[in-house]
Each structure stands twice: as structure tokens, then as C-alpha cells.
């Protein structure tokens, strides 16, 4: 994608009364700032330890700096192991339980809004296409109820180099949508659906959040960094509708 031609997020504020207009509209709301500084510091030092425990980051380089250490990715054995390590630290879950987060999602969602047990850390490594996740409706893999809305919050800055998330503006209000498999991807995807104009995407800092609506067609960039890219997926829905079974239980268990 051609992040030249791409459109700027539009930018909400959590306080706006408007938003829930605004997401019905265009299916996504960019907010800066959402989620606490120390929060964000502490769940990213959480996960930048792993990975220099796994020897993925460039021996004496501060583990923060996310410094790769070159040569070819790991494998998926080391990424469910890393998972499975990950899954129950305090710093990477109750980020998803900070009140600013809460606050918009029953802005949204009402009340009764739940955060879904399965709580995904993306960990993107330098030049592998094979690992980004193409343009796709987060419903082809939630399923359950179509109002589940994910919080996409990245826990370093991110960059044209280091890529991040694109959105494609308005697609939630076009239904559900087939996906299919390609041969340089891992993941399902819509293909290419929409020229780089009709997509929106911006730089973000740590703690700035992007949630959008399951229907809403987005997609990762390719990390062209020499930084590993760490973001978080945390979805919400509303308590009693339909929940796919594997939702319930953490990532990978």
C-alpha cells in the first residue's frame, strides 16, 4: 500500500458525545492518547522481556529499544511458547481493563459491555510478509455477535518503516464479507479491495488506541523496520450475545 496516497485517521476525542455517530458512520474511531503512559510503558517492558529471554532481540541492546536480531524469523513453536508466557502477565491483561478504554466501549456498547477473555499480543517481525495480516473483517475470525468492537492499541510508537493498521473507512455498513486464503499469507483475507486512496492510515504514538467495528474492513502494514512492532488486540461486546467458543479462553490454550 502506498501510504502517500492513503487518508489521515480522523481524529476523536473519548469525552466527544458524538461518537457513537461518528463509528456508525465510518466505522472507526482514532483516538489519541486513550490508554495511560505507564499502563502502555509497563505492558510493552512486559513483552520486550520475553523476547530477549527467547533471544529474538539483538544481544546488548536495551530490550525496550525491541531491537531485532536479525536472520529469519522465528519459528511458531517459539511463538506459542511465547504465548502461552504471555498470556497471564497482569501488565498485558489489565490494559484492556483500563477505564478510558471501559468508558468508550459502553459509550458504544452500553453498560453491560464485557471484555472477551482472548486478549491477542500481534509481535511483528522485521521483513515477514508472510506474517502480515492482509485487509479482513475481524467477524470471518470472531464470529459471535457483529457489535464487537476491538481496541488496536500499538505499545511503541509506530512509523511508515515500522508499519501499523489500515482502515478502510465505511465497509462495516456493507455486511459481512467472503474471505479466502492466498499463498504468501498465513491469514484469510478479502483481497484487494480498495485503492490506497480510499484507506486511511496515520503514525501513532504508544497508547494511542484505534477500535473499530467487527465488519470494518482493515488490515496490518509490513514492518520494514530493524524493531520488532508490539500492539495489543482487546475486543468488547455486550454481555448475554452470542460469543464463539474459542473466545472465551486465552490465545493459543
Not at 28 to 46: H, K, R
Not at 132 to 145: L, M, N, R, S
Not at 199 to 209: F, I, K, T, V
Not at 235 to 243: K, P
Request: hydrophobic share 40%; aromatic share 8%; proline share 7%.
Amino acid at each position: 500500500m502506498d501510504l502517500n496516497r492513503v487518508r489521515p485517521f480522523t481524529v476523536s476525542d473519548a469525552s466527544d458525545p458524538a461518537l457513537e455517530t461518528r463509528m456508525a458512520r465510518d466505522g472507526y474511531l482514532y483516538l489519541p492518547g486513550l490508554a495511560p503512559p505507564q499502563a502502555v510503558a509497563a505492558a510493552c517492558a512486559a513483552v520486550a522481556g520475553l523476547l530477549a529471554h527467547e533471544g529474538i532481540l539483538q544481544s546488548g541492546s536495551a530490550a525496550t529499544d525491541l531491537v531485532y536480531r536479525g536472520g529469519e524469523p522465528p519459528s511458531r513453536d517459539v511463538l506459542l511458547a511465547l504465548h502461552k508466557r504471555l498470556n497471564p502477565l497482569a501488565a498485558f491483561t489489565e490494559l484492556a481493563e483500563q477505564p478510558a478504554i471501559l468508558a468508550v466501549m459502553r459509550t458504544l456498547l452500553g453498560e453491560t459491555a464485557r471484555t472477551h477473555v482472548r486478549r491477542i499480543c500481534r509481535v511483528k517481525y522485521p521483513h515477514d510478509p508472510y506474517d502480515v495480516v492482509g485487509p479482513h473483517q475481524d467477524f470471518w475470525y470472531v464470529k459471535g455477535a457483529e457489535d464487537t468492537y476491538t481496541c488496536w492499541l500499538p505499545l511503541t510508537a509506530t512509523s511508515a518503516a515500522l508499519g501499523g493498521l489500515a482502515i478502510l473507512p465505511g465497509t462495516h455498513l456493507d455486511g459481512t464479507t467472503a474471505h479466502s486464503a492466498s499463498d504468501d499469507s498465513r491469514f484469510q483475507g478479502v483481497g484487494g479491495i480498495a485503492p490506497a486512496s480510499e484507506w486511511a492510515w496515520s503514525e501513532m504514538r504508544a497508547g494511542d488506541a484505534l477500535v473499530f467495528h467487527s465488519l470494518t474492513v482493515h488490515g496490518g502494514l509490513p514492518n520494514a523496520s530493524t524493531r520488532v512492532r508490539i500492539s495489543v488486540d482487546y475486543r468488547y461486546q455486550r454481555e448475554g450475545d452470542a460469543m464463539e467458543e474459542s473466545h472465551v479462553r486465552p490465545h493459543f490454550e
